[in-house]
């Protein structure tokens, strides 16, 4: 996994150019894609130069104190304008770069961000927190914003402090995964939080955004990892005890955690560490049936041994992303400790799964779990390639209770399948658990299928309406960890009991009076 | 432990008449305290007539309509005038009742509470929301409130439903955690919050207190335990979907947990609920050093073993409670599993106590364990008996990160004996874990006093006091599972973040317009 700082970022696409498919890993992506998609266009695409791109002259101008932060770059700013998903990607790729922040703002310590949200509020413009902007929900998009900087964190990624005893940290939010990693190891700690974003996301975006990290269990939302917040807001800064845990009152962190932005630029946390892993126990289980292996996955996330990884893929997603053809699905398990052996742990996991139809991979082989890993750090890279080439490659992910389950699946790929149709794009969707509970798993899905280039958006604008509407019929939540931005919000405003709408109203017209900040995200902005 | 429904409520103490510290145990308990403080004045006192305290008569009359859920006897009012923290019970026996509710109301559907909630918020009436009334915060007592209603929700003690699939129930508020224990059990299920007060508290009052339970690592508080929450405010009723995971914003369920009632009335949640154990091992640990034992339960809390139990208790607490000559204290362990053996995780827990120079008692022979849980479950019966004598006996608890710990143990302890001094009552402080966390433990320190009768509320006054401001002078947090209440408010409003405060009040505001609910709780009241 290269560091982020190691290559050139990507104006249109995921991560680094260095990094991108290329050359026989290409060719036989699209080998595969064809195969499986015999109808599909798979035309290959380049993305445009900024030049042609038309972005106009910045419609603001920063106070002379804070023009050394400020950068007008067109490309600077295009690369700002979005973040990451499919529909990023894509409307990128056609020269379609509608609403660019007139600037990229990059506070060097926080009396800067007071400063920016100062100027900002004073003169009406409204405020973008940027991170690592690998957003797949619209969430660092401008839209229908009018005057707008982009606040990108990146200048403030110290580790402040190292709290051995705690095991904790001092973290500044601009901080990129690798990074932080990097800065931890020397004290034998690390966050242990990766999102498939790792590379390319902020601590500051994880916490904004809740989101899902490493563990499939307990652990699962970056939440659980926070002792506390400190949050610059335009009415003052906000800064939480270091307190393993409290019953003082509501939790303060638990309103900014989630915020995504809205309420106040998160600027540095104290975070829970874990020591590094010493003992590893992994292993993949077959099963013929999907609904054993079901019913196998919720035993083992009820049955207290706390996986580390427990990662059910449903038989697409098996073939597709771990080449592994099973009619059942296959559950990949993996359990860690810095502290005692997990062999026990694991056996006793192998029997449940015996118990439910399983058959248990032998172990040592290269087996399922680690060509499904591999795929997973290259999967953006090559839904980037997959989208030059007109494909529609998308995911979407949800939680539920177990019961609720097999008819939300069913409601999810009849209502994506149905959609794939009306669209004319023939394709499969795929479903994996990213993280299980005791109460119910967090299903991800992904679609593949073939598009009509130039019409991809709409085509998946549509099958997202349909699968999202599936989500909210079965009261399935809009989001377990990709966040709400300005995707979602149709879908979380229903999912949202009114009374709490109403408070979070309530609360951002307290803490951004202007409502300067991302305005569009969870809540209208204000007009 | 006999159940709430049993037996005859103490309007004035603790828990049930039939349950209280009487005859030979009584005659035991003041022979231990009177060598342990040999000026203690030790003079029993009684608790008056309900009929000598001059409880005047209600100022408020309920509409018709509403009529048959109310009661104005004096010994129900004064029965709900306030919770069961040694000031309360003190004057309880002096027969100072101070304000006293113009009516219990008792909802009988949620129907009713909304009827309620909207009649009061008519006539500018205050509601206190009570549920078992164990409050040692003064939680549940009018303070300076004008004219008020107690809503007590015990008639809305119902298990719902029961979702075995997802292990989860759907409860209503008011039920008592026996009975709540009695419905799950032919299920197999089990909440397993245990918290001290289990026999004579509700789900809801758990839930609005953020209260801590049975479990020593990982779910500590009840907050772990939601699925959903149900919540009558005066603007509407707030549900959240059921889920078991979600990163759609800021959580709204964490903005009711902990709200005091302050914001609206729990008056349902799913619960996630456990198997019943069927495996278990403990041990008692002994330690020469106090400083290697607390090492030795950090080492164990960032293990990663997870042990339902991890009861550190310093010397003085295993000499009172365990009775446990010990000059490093004892660490009482426990695991539990419905699943899995935990014979090995109890050997490694030993192992890392033993590193730390801790000595295992041998296994299976009564010990420090079951000796402190029997304590345990009598302390409040106790604390009554003596607070009859004039003794002072008071808990009080925190969490702090482990390298806090020491300076903050011996600030308390400092602080606690200073005012015990200048308050002229000789005592001893106690200090235990409660919980622990990889980050820090959670202390709850106990206070056992020789205090003047008549003066003893005044003299535990100023020792609160002087503790408080210690743990606030540390970062530690006024309370780990104690709640707020009206009692922690200087030190909840210090340690609050202001953004944090204006935003709860901006929305008490939203939901709570006419400040109806629980006024001084939290927040200042409206005037």
Redesign the interface.
């Known amino acids: 996994m290269s560091a982020q700082g190691g290559g050139t970022r990507s104006w249109w696409g995921w991560g680094n150019l260095e990094d991108a498919v290329t050359g026989a890993e290409r060719k036989a992506l699209i080998g595969r894609v064809a195969a499986l998609l015999p109808d599909a266009e798979l035309v290959d695409h380049r993305p445009p130069d900024i030049g042609e791109l038309g972005v106009g002259a910045p419609r603001v101008a920063a106070p002379a104190s804070l023009d050394r932060l400020c950068s007008d770059d067109p490309a600077d700013r295009v690369g700002h304008a979005r973040g990451k998903a499919f529909r990023d990607v894509v409307r990128n790729l056609l020269g379609e770069v509608g609403e660019v922040p007139d600037l990229v703002v990059r506070p060097r310590g926080e009396r800067d961000v007071v400063d920016v949200l100062d100027w900002c509020a004073r003169a009406g413009i409204a405020v973008i927190p940027y991170g690592g902007g690998s957003s797949v929900v619209g969430g660092v998009e401008p839209r229908d914003t009018g005057q707008v900087i982009s606040l990108d964190l990146g200048e403030l990624a110290d580790v402040i402090e190292v709290?051995t005893?705690?095991?904790?940290a001092r973290i500044q939010a601009g901080i990129f995964g690798p990074a932080l990693e990097d800065r931890l190891r020397p004290h034998g700690l690390t966050l242990r939080h990766f999102p498939q974003s790792f590379e390319f996301s902020t601590l500051g975006g994880w916490l904004a955004?809740?989101?899902?990290g490493h563990y499939a269990t307990?652990l699962?939302?970056i939440d659980d990892l926070v002792?506390s917040l400190r949050?610059v807001?335009p009415?003052?800064?906000?800064?939480?005890?270091?307190?393993?845990?409290?019953?003082?009152?509501?939790?303060?962190d638990?309103?900014?955690?989630?915020?995504?932005g809205t309420?106040?630029i998160i600027t540095e946390a104290w975070m829970?560490l874990?020591?590094r892993p010493r003992r590893r126990a992994g292993a993949s289980v077959l099963f013929t049936r999907y609904d054993d292996a079901v019913t196998a996955t919720?035993a083992l996330a009820?049955?207290?041994?706390?996986p580390a990884n427990c990662r059910l893929l449903d038989p697409m997603e098996a073939l597709l992303n771990a080449g592994t053809d099973s009619p059942g699905g296959v559950l990949v398990l993996g359990f860690e400790?810095?502290?005692?052996p997990v062999e026990?742990?694991l056996e006793?996991a192998l029997e449940l799964c015996r118990d439910h139809g399983g058959s248990p991979q032998p172990p040592r082989a290269r087996n399922a779990s680690d060509t499904w890993r591999t795929a997973f750090l290259r999967m953006p890279y090559q839904r980037d390639a997959l989208a030059a080439h007109g494909m529609i490659v998308e995911t979407f992910e949800t939680?539920?209770?177990?019961?609720a389950f097999p008819a939300l699946r069913e409601a999810v790929l009849s209502a994506a399948r149905e959609a794939m149709r009306a669209a004319g794009a023939q394709g499969v969707v795929t479903c994996r658990f990213t993280?299980v509970?005791?109460?119910?798993?967090?299903p991800y899905f992904g679609v593949y299928a073939s598009g009509r280039w130039g019409s991809t958006v709409a085509q998946w604008d549509e099958i997202k309406t349909a699968v999202s509407d599936a989500l909210s019929a079965n009261?399935?939540?809009?989001?377990?960890?990709?966040?709400?931005g300005r995707d979602?919000r149709p879908w979380?405003d229903r999912?949202?009991?009114?009374?709490?709408a109403?408070?979070?109203?309530?609360?951002k017209?307290?803490?951004d009076p202007s409502g300067i900040l991302n305005p569009g995200v969870?809540l209208d902005p204000r007009r």
Chains 1, 2 share one sequence.
Do not use: K, M
């Open positions: 709290d005893a705690a095991r904790a955004t809740r989101s899902g307990v699962t939302h002792e949050v807001t009415a003052g800064v906000s800064e939480s005890l270091r307190l393993p845990g409290s019953g003082a009152g509501p939790s303060p638990r309103l900014f955690l989630g915020s995504e309420l106040g829970r874990q020591a919720r009820q049955s207290g041994l706390n400790s810095a502290d005692h026990a742990a006793r939680a539920c209770t177990w019961g993280h509970y005791p109460d119910g798993p967090a009261s399935a939540t809009i989001t377990h960890h990709h966040a709400v979602h979380y999912q949202r009991p009114d009374p709490f109403a408070a979070l109203h309530a609360v017209s307290t803490l969870l």
